[in-house]
Each structure stands twice: as structure tokens, then as C-alpha cells.
């Protein structure tokens, strides 16, 4: 007998019956059992070497991935707070604006008042602003701090323009040719001269530096004052003088009485305004006001 085809015996006895079942093995089946054991041990372990392995990778590329995810969403919340501090900033800086706008129209509006133009009363029918300041401010298109400059130049121009009548008087003679009511000859009369009883005060009509504060030769105690690079305003026949050479003067200020000085027939202020070097007439700078009464009056 060959020796695959030998039988091994299996006895099993059941001890509470005593029971004996015999079984016959061939050692080729055993054989095959054997290696069908060790091939199905090889398979698993190689299966959950490769699930392993699987894991591992997908674990590694997970870890990778999340780490990469929370790097960015560090970076996110690093770039979202430094888009909150700028738009905090901007905000700050567009109030800090529209403050510095607000400030400077309420500038304007008083110093248009000082002249007496009331700006409120100025529509849209009439050439005013066709929309609110207000609404201006709030609008996004703009620069506003680009408006800024622009109302300083305003600002500036009217701090510094001779508006408004330097006394109050009633004038008695105008700008151009005139009968000299000391020589009875007809001249060329270079302002405006404004009656007005002997003391009355003379008022500067602009912000601007005293250049000149004496006798002139035929003004009499005179004071000249120079307002910016384009305007300068002459006051003759002063009876008494407030201010000095050198002092600046604001809008309102009073810089001296009206007199008799020098050659006159009575009490009253010769005033002359020059522009660009130029003698002009000073009635065109003079009626800026909206309402007579405000005539002479800072």
C-alpha cells in the first residue's frame, strides 16, 4: 500500500455515553488540509497586511489633509482680522473725514454769514447744491478726502477777500470820474468814500497782514492791509488808528475811527481795494449781502 493512500484512525469517545466514532484520514487529505490551512493563514495575513497598509496611507494622507486645512484656516482667520482692522480703519478714516468736511462747511457757512449771505437760503432753483451735503457724504464713488484741499482753498479765499462794507456809512461818492469836492475839478476817484459821524468804526473785511499804519499825504491817517497774493485794501482819513504795521488782522476787527484827516470836507472813510496790483471798483466786493440792512455790519 502506497503511503498517501495510508489512513490514519481518528477515535472520538463520548465519556457520558461511552459512545466511540471512529474516522479514516488519508495523508493526502490530511496534506491538502494542511496546505489549504497555510494558504488561506498566508492569504489573510497578507490581505490584512494590505488593508494595513491602506489604512496607514489613508491615515498619512488624512493627517496630511487636515493639517493642511487647519493651516489655512489659520491663515483665513489671520487674513479675516486684517481685513476687520483695515475696514475698521477705513471707517474710522472716512468718519474722521466727513467730520473734517463737516467742519470746514461750517466754516464756509459761518464766514458767507459774517458777509451776510445766508447759504441756506441759496436752492437748488437758484444754483445751489443740487444734492445734500448730507447725502454727498454718504456716497461711495468719491474720494472725500480728496475734497478736502478744495474747501481749504475756499476757505482760505474767503478768509482772505475783502467782502462787505468796512463801516457802516451811506457813500457819498463812488468809484470813477468825479467832481473833487476840494479842487471842484473833475477826477478820477480811485474807491469809495462812506459818511458817517466823526469816531464811527472801521472794520477789516478780510483776515490779512498791516503792511502800512500812518500819515499818507493826502489820505491822512491811513492804514493799508495786504489779505493774500491777489487782494489789498487801502482806509484813509482815519481820526484814529487801533492796529500797527506788522499786526494780523481777522474779519470784523476793528483797526480804526473814522475822521477828518489829511485833505477832506467832513467825516468819512476813503476805502480802496486793489487786486492783482490793479485799483478796482470796491462797490463789486462791497454789495455781497443779501439784505441791505447788513450793509457796513461783520
Known sequence: MRDEERKLQIILIEDELGKIRRYRVSKRKIKILTLSAVLFTVILIVYAGILTYKSFNYYDKTSKEIAKLKKELLQYRNENVQLKTEITALKEEKENTIQKLAKRIEIIDSLMKKVGVDVSSVNEG????????????????????????????????????????????????????????????????????????????????????????????????????????????????????????????????IIGMMGNTGRSTGPHLHYTVKYRSKIVNPISYMEVSVDDKEKGKQ
Not at 444734492?131 to 454727498?136: D, S
Not at 474720494?143 to 457813500?171: E, F, M, Q
Not at 475839478?185 to 502800512?212: C, M, Q, S, Y
Request: aromatic content about 8%; charged content about 25%.
Open 126 to 253: 437758484e444754483g445751489g447744491l443740487a444734492v445734500p451735503i448730507e447725502e454727498l457724504f454718504n456716497t461711495d464713488d468719491i474720494d472725500l478726502s480728496s475734497v478736502i484741499p478744495g474747501l481749504d482753498y475756499i476757505i482760505h479765499n474767503l478768509k482772505t477777500t475783502p467782502l462787505g462794507y468796512p463801516a457802516i456809512g451811506r457813500i457819498t461818492s463812488g468809484f470813477g470820474f468825479r467832481r473833487n469836492p476840494v479842487t471842484g475839478r473833475i477826477e478820477f476817484h480811485l474807491g469809495v468814500d462812506i459818511a458817517n459821524r466823526w469816531g464811527t468804526p472801521v472794520r477789516a473785511p478780510a483776515d490779512g497782514k498791516v503792511v502800512k499804519a500812518g500819515w499818507c499825504r493826502l489820505m491822512g491817517k491811513c492804514i493799508v492791509i495786504k489779505h493774500n497774493h491777489d487782494f489789498s485794501t487801502r482806509y484813509g482819513h482815519l481820526a484814529k488808528l487801533l492796529v500797527r504795521k506788522g499786526d494780523f488782522v481777522e474779519r470784523g476787527q
